[in-house]
């Protein structure tokens, strides 16, 4: 799934919102529960497979969230969960979860998205921020960068 996405997105994520009929689509649109705003995300070709393989596996339906609860008063994925599933990966990975955390991982690729492109706008779309101070902010950008940019920039 795409790391863009708020943790509590992505465990309130369901079937029907990943998938075209039987398909896991390249492309989704949530509706952020932080923001009210929608937002689209990627689905790469490696992730479409594993979603599917997922869904076949664990027999879930259109309307049944994609990540669901193991304890029956919770319908999805807990926030807190998820933290813990990803501090085993870094653990496995060798690396110290200290380091990363979800919403660290959320900020990853519109970091080097931005690094690559210095396109504030698309960061900001990609993130469903409202407002570009928002974007800004988010990616730590400070004065240095802005004239770098600036300075890069003929008219």
């Not at 309307?63 to 807990?78: A, I, M, N």
């Amino acid at each position: 799934m795409s790391n863009k996405l708020r943790g509590c997105d992505l465990v309130a994520l369901k079937v029907h919102d990943v998938c075209h009929g039987e398909q896991v689509a390249s492309r989704a649109v949530v509706m952020q529960q932080k923001t009210q705003r929608p937002v689209q995300f990627e689905i790469t070709s490696a992730t479409r497979n594993a979603v599917q393989k997922w869904i076949k596996a664990a027999s879930l339906r259109s309307e049944d969230f994609l990540f669901p609860s193991r304890v029956h008063h919770s319908p999805h994925l807990g926030t807190r969960q998820y933290a813990r599933i990803l501090d085993h990966w870094v653990e496995q990975l060798g690396l110290d979860p200290a380091d990363y955390g979800t919403h660290s991982v959320r900020r990853t690729k519109a970091t080097l998205i931005y690094r690559k492109t210095k396109n504030l706008r698309a960061v900001q779309f990609l993130l469903g921020h409202s407002k570009l101070e928002s974007t800004v902010r988010y990616l730590g950008i400070d004065v240095d960068d802005a004239l770098e940019i600036s300075e890069q920039t003929e008219i």
